[in-house]
Nanobody, 120 residues
Framework: QVQLVESGGGLVQAGGSLRLSCAAS????????MGWYRQAPGKQRELVAR???????NYADSVKGRFTISRDSAKNTVYLQMNSLKPEDTAVYYC??????????????WGQGTQVTVSS
């Protein structure tokens, strides 16, 4: 069974940095796009950043210039380096990946989320 596991969340002061990691495991044939989404209390889940298998990246306007997404294909892992964090970045961050499982084919998978809290 394919699984995504996030790590690296925590509490940080405004202006600080965090690095999130998400590792995919299971019977994986290939991974296309991987990305990070976030959801704050009372708000809809939103795309933060994504990266294709060709390493093309896209970012939400609110994080451009502050966050960097990257991936290690050999490890089936995607990272999100978050710098200059702001209180409005506080949310649960979810990893997403478009994965071709060996038996079931292409599908989207989600991690369980990791909490990021930015204090003033």
């Amino acid at each position: 069974q394919v699984q995504l596991v996030e790590s690296g969340g925590g509490l940080v002061q405004a202006g600080g940095s965090l690095r999130l990691s998400c590792a995919a495991s299971g019977s994986i044939f290939g991974i296309n796009t991987m990305g990070w989404y976030r959801q704050a209390p009372g708000k809809q889940r939103e795309l933060v950043a994504r990266i294709t298998s060709g390493r093309t990246t896209n970012y939400a306007d609110s994080v451009k210039g502050r966050f960097t997404i990257s991936r290690d294909s050999a490890k089936n892992t995607v990272y999100l380096q978050m710098n200059s964090l702001k209180p409005e970045d506080t949310a649960v961050y979810y990893c997403n990946a478009n994965i071709w499982a060996v038996v079931t084919g292409w599908d989207d998978y989600w991690g369980q989320g990791t909490q990021v809290t930015v204090s003033s």
